[in-house]
């Protein structure tokens, strides 16, 4: 069945430091997804990635796709404290999200 | 825009007691669905469904009912509460476009114990 891994489970950096995470589909994807979730909170939405290859900037955040739509990456530039929290990737598949297990990032300042 | 609103926030139940979570959306999604959120198990999809009168399983729904009577609400049922099913459950519901799921907006969570 459709699976999708995402690496590392946990990540602890000092304030300052990059970060990336790493997701891996079974299949092809349409699009993949990227969330945020903070402790104690829900998942909030990203950003969208639907072309192969795509590359996507929000400040500090990188998200990649693939070429072949079945991985996708999220880097984070100089992390600070408030981008604590856990980050899953989600790849819809015939109606249903496939979500990844999510890293979880600690900065310490 | 409310967004998701998902009730209650926090539940206690007794082993064999069955509950009704409720879930709202004012996004005129068709998508709707239920995830429950384990320590290390990432999201797990226990039922969904794509427009009103259509539901179907997810990965985990044994010991789950749903329904969807109209496009706004996705109630979920837990028949009788077992201690397994004490974990955190999420609503969550999305547009489709170029015959694939969007964004998905989720819930606020709620965290059910059961004892």
């Known amino acids: ?109 | 825009n409310a967004g998701v609103t998902q009730t209650p926030k926090f539940q206690v139940l007794k082993t064999g007691q069955s509950m009704t979570l409720q879930c709202a959306q004012d996004m005129n999604h068709e998508y709707m669905s239920w995830y429950r959120q384990d320590p290390g198990m990432g999201l797990r999809l226990i039922h969904y469904s794509v427009g009103a009168g259509i539901t179907d399983q997810g990965e985990v729904p044994n010991g789950y009912n749903v329904s969807r009577s109209t496009t706004e609400d996705f109630p979920l049922r837990l028949l009788s509460a077992a201690p397994s099913q004490t974990s955190v459950y999420f609503c969550a519901s999305s547009g489709t476009g170029d015959s694939a799921l969007g964004e998905a907006f989720f819930g606020q969570g709620t965290r059910l114990t059961v004892v």
């Open chain 1, 1 to 109: 069945g459709q699976q999708v891994m995402q690496i590392p489970q946990y990540q602890h950096v000092q304030e300052g430091e990059d970060f990336t995470t790493y997701c891996n589909s079974s299949t092809t994807l349409s699009n993949i997804q990227w969330y945020k979730q903070r402790p104690g909170g829900h998942p909030v939405f990203l950003i969208q990635l639907v072309k192969s290859g795509e590359v996507k900037k929000q400040k500090r955040l990188t998200f990649q796709f693939g070429e072949a739509k079945k991985n996708s990456s999220l880097h984070i530039t100089a992390t600070q404290t408030t981008d604590v929290g856990t980050y899953f990737c989600a790849g819809p598949y015939f109606n249903k999200f496939y979500f990844g297990s999510g890293t979880k990032l600690n900065v310490k300042p």
